[in-house]
């Protein structure tokens, strides 16, 4: 089905573990983005990117790499994971042009 | 300073009644855009309803409508005739369209909405 997908689902890493999340989507949808969702706080923008080869920062991006080679990939990197990245990470994509975004189902990350 | 605020941790709501969740916002960009979503226990984010800023009308979805109130800079969510399944957070959004903001989504704390039978 057509939508953003986002692996994994669950993850526990220990402090100063990498990782990737992965986040794709099949709707060639221009604009794609990462926010952490925390208890009380709403969804913070972590990077977002409005194409291929483009990215920018958004409110919270320490700790947190991107890049956008393809269209349909925007994987987030932790680079040295922290008990404060212990959040749940959601996807989203728009296409240029439209109102509506299509949210991932998240991924929910616990650093111990 | 805060661009969008929603000023109720937790709301209740009896079955088949209305309620109104609040959310008012900041912005000095004449164009933006104002999203609401739902997400349930499950985690989801659940689409319900845009309004744009120089929309004449405010929105409407099925039980769900927007009263814009522009000059206040306020969009609540009403939800008419309440089900037990929207039970659920709900969050206020806000896209501005001008300079490096372009296409970001600013999201409120979020209300805890439940709806008792």
């Known amino acids: 089905n057509a939508g953003v997908t986002q692996t994994p689902k669950f993850q526990v890493l220990k402090t100063g573990q990498s990782m990737t999340l992965q986040c794709a989507q099949d709707?060639?949808?221009?604009?794609m983005s990462w926010y952490r969702q925390d208890p009380g706080m709403g969804l913070r923008l972590i990077h977002y990117?409005?194409?291929?080869?483009?990215?920018d920062q958004g409110e919270v991006p320490n700790g947190y790499n991107v890049s956008r080679s393809t269209t349909e990939d925007f994987p987030l990197r932790l680079l040295s994971a922290a008990p404060s990245q212990t959040s749940v990470y959601f996807c989203?994509?728009?296409?240029?042009?439209?109102?509506?975004?299509?949210f991932g189902s998240g991924t929910r990350l616990t650093v111990v | 300073a805060q661009k969008i605020t929603q000023t109720q941790p937790g709301m209740f709501v009896q079955e088949k009644e209305a309620v109104t969740l609040d959310c008012t916002y900041d912005?000095?960009?004449?164009?933006?855009?104002l999203f609401w979503y739902k997400q349930p226990s499950s985690g989801e984010m659940i689409f319900l309803i845009y309004?744009?800023?120089?929309?004449?009308q405010n929105a409407t979805e099925g039980r769900y409508s927007l009263n814009f109130q522009k000059a206040r800079k306020s969009a609540n969510l009403v939800i008419s005739a309440s089900q037990l399944g929207d039970s659920a957070m709900y969050f206020c959004?806000?896209?501005?369209?001008?300079?490096?903001?372009?296409?970001?989504?600013?999201f409120g704390q979020g209300t805890i909405l439940t709806v008792h039978p």
């Open positions: 989203a994509s728009r296409r240029s042009g439209f109102n509506g975004y299509t």
């Open positions: 709707m060639n949808h221009e604009y």
């Open positions: 990117s409005v194409g291929a080869g483009i990215t």
């Open positions: 912005t000095s960009d004449p164009s933006y855009g």
């Open positions: 309004q744009g800023s120089y929309d004449q």
């Open positions: 959004a806000m896209r501005e369209a001008g300079g490096t903001s372009y296409g970001k989504l600013t």
